[in-house]
């Protein structure tokens, strides 16, 4: 599987946006939108009607309470919705809601949720997001405790020959990202270290450097 480093981006206005989407399609056709609105994680981003550049294809981070009303607003413009698993009472409803309306099923998982409380959920799930820092700011400390999470979802995903993707998102700078590679991600999203630098192509290829 090719190396995919997708770049994130938060927005509070449509302005912002569009600059950060400019940004981040000169290196990048996948584009990660962090969407937050202030009861699952503290800070609000995304929270206008916003619009979005043509010709790139789009993932959200939902850090939200309410995934599927946002899921059935937004369905024909972004084409992959990761949801946190801790929202949802009982996860195999979010993938029923998936089969339902014929999209991808994925889930996020916070720091303290542990493997174990997962697991079940992996045979009906394409993406699994690892989330290495607290949800909602950029730049938010790694915690490398999340490897060894990684590491567990990496075996039972080949012990039962799945085809879930692993997702790591947070702190993906080039030492970083080679720990992730390492514990078996397959995609890697980076947000300030992409989105931040002045030169971001020049910091897309260290990132893939430090992954090769």
């Known amino acids: 599987m090719k190396v995919q480093i997708w770049p994130s981006i938060m927005a509070q206005n449509q302005r912002e946006l569009?600059?950060?989407?400019?940004?981040?399609?000169?290196?990048?056709?996948?584009?990660?939108?962090?969407?937050?609105?202030?009861?699952?994680?503290?800070?609000?981003?995304?929270?206008?009607?916003f619009k979005l550049k043509c010709g790139l294809e789009y993932s959200a981070h939902l850090m939200i309470k309410s995934p599927?009303?946002?899921?059935?607003?937004?369905?024909?413009?972004?084409?992959?919705?990761?949801?946190?698993?801790?929202?949802f009472k009982d996860p195999s409803t979010h993938i029923k809601f998936c089969q339902k309306e014929k999209i991808v099923s994925?889930?996020?998982?916070?720091?303290?949720?542990?493997?174990?409380?997962?697991?079940?959920?992996?045979?009906?799930?394409?993406?699994?997001?690892?989330l290495t820092v607290k949800p909602g700011f950029y730049?938010?400390?790694?915690?490398k405790s999340q490897l060894k999470k990684i590491q567990s979802i990496k075996k039972y995903i080949i012990k039962n020959q799945l085809n879930t993707k692993i997702i790591i998102d947070g702190s993906m700078n080039p030492q970083h990202i080679k720990l992730a590679n390492k514990a078996g991600a397959d995609i890697f999203i980076?947000?300030?270290?992409?989105?931040?630098?002045?030169?971001p192509k020049k910091a897309m290829i260290e990132l893939k450097k430090s992954i090769k």
């Not at 600059?19 to 609000?44: E, M, W, Y």
């Not at 980076?190 to 030169?199: A, E, H, P, T, V």
């Open 190 to 199: 980076s947000g300030s270290f992409l989105m931040k630098s002045d030169n």
């Open 18 to 49: 569009s600059i950060q989407l400019t940004k981040a399609s000169t290196i990048s056709k996948a584009v990660h939108l962090d969407i937050t609105d202030g009861k699952f994680a503290p800070s609000k981003v995304l929270q206008f009607p």
């Open 139 to 143: 730049g938010s400390k790694f915690q």
């Open 106 to 130: 994925s889930f996020a998982v916070l720091p303290e949720t542990s493997f174990t409380s997962i697991k079940k959920y992996l045979k009906e799930t394409d993406y699994i997001l690892v």
């Open 68 to 87: 599927h009303k946002f899921i059935k607003k937004h369905k024909k413009r972004i084409q992959l919705f990761i949801p946190h698993i801790e929202v």
